[in-house]
């Protein structure tokens, strides 16, 4: 079963999204694009190469981010 993708960055997720959160969020997108749950093996190298470069993206992406107020949040806690 395909899980929907969600907010990977806080406060919508109480502390860092994990490898395999980004991981699943790429896999999800990848399969929503090409319409494919899973590839045929002629088309798996470059799903999955798809699924890398849009994990790595989303891990840079969320490394990137600034959320107004969580800095002071985090010191708070």
Do not use: W
């Not at 929907?4 to 919508?12: A, E, G, Q, Y």
């Not at 997108?29 to 799903?47: C, D, I, L, M």
């Amino acid at each position: 079963m395909c899980r929907s993708i969600k907010t990977l960055r806080p406060p919508v997720l109480p502390e860092e999204a994990t490898e395999e959160d980004v991981r699943a969020a790429a896999l999800q997108y990848v399969r929503k694009v090409s319409g494919f749950r899973a590839p045929a093996a002629h088309n798996r190298e470059v799903f999955d190469r798809a699924v890398d470069a849009i994990a790595e993206a989303t891990a840079e992406l969320l490394d990137g981010l600034e959320v107004r107020g969580q800095t002071a949040a985090r010191r708070a806690g």
